[in-house]
């Protein structure tokens, strides 16, 4: 992995992949991702009945958060050059203060092909080399593929959970970096 930073922007390279600030005119992506979602995911992750995020909201997003050039990375394939999901860290402090969380979603067109397993790989270094010592990751005990990419890029569960009766059990894991 490789880590350039042309005007400042973080930009990873891995043998297939490069991972990028969003551009707003791949909005259109984050849609398709929204709308695959698995039924089991939480409203608040779903398209709502008025049909938002709309490909609008996300542009907005794009252009003023800065969780979508700095966080959560556009991972961009080398050879067909299209944007296929994200990879990155969300540095909210919601788990522990300085110690951010991995956060992966791919289209499920180009699952089980060992991105994210390679994007996660690159995002670890990335951290490394910003100076976080541990990262942290929640993931539904029912998301086997995740949690196989987590426990492939080196994270443990801490036995920390937390249940939700109608759609499982979150895991908490964490990798010391
Ligand atoms: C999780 C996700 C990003 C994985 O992307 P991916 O590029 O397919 O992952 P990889 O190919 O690197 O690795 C997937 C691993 O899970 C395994 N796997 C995938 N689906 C599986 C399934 N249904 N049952 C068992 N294993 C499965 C694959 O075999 C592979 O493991 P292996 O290398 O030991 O064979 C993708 O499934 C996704 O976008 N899911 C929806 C969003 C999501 O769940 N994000 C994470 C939230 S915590």
């Given at each position: 992995m490789t880590v350039g930073a042309p005007g400042g922007e973080v930009v990873l390279e891995t043998d297939r992949l490069l991972l990028r600030p969003w551009r707003v005119a791949e909005a259109v992506v984050q849609r398709e991702l929204w709308t695959e979602r698995?039924?089991?995911?939480p409203p608040h992750r779903r398209i709502d009945a008025e049909g938002h995020p709309t490909v609008a909201d996300l542009e907005d997003a794009i252009r003023t958060d800065e969780v979508w050039s700095n966080g959560l990375l556009a991972v961009e394939r080398?050879?067909?050059?299209d944007v296929v999901g994200y990879c990155g860290l969300v540095d909210?402090?919601?788990?522990?203060?300085?110690e951010p969380e991995l956060a992966f979603e791919l289209l499920r067109r180009v699952w089980r092909r060992g991105y994210a397993t390679e994007a996660s790989a690159a995002v670890l270094d990335w951290a490394r080399a910003s100076g976080y010592e541990r990262l942290w990751a929640t993931v539904w005990d029912w998301n086997t593929a995740s949690r196989r990419v987590l426990a492939k890029v080196g994270f443990a569960e801490t036995g920390r959970t937390e249940v939700d009766a109608e759609r499982g059990t979150t895991l908490m894991t964490t990798r010391r970096l």
């Open positions: 698995d039924p089991r995911v080398k050879v067909s050059r909210d402090g919601r788990v522990a203060a300085g």
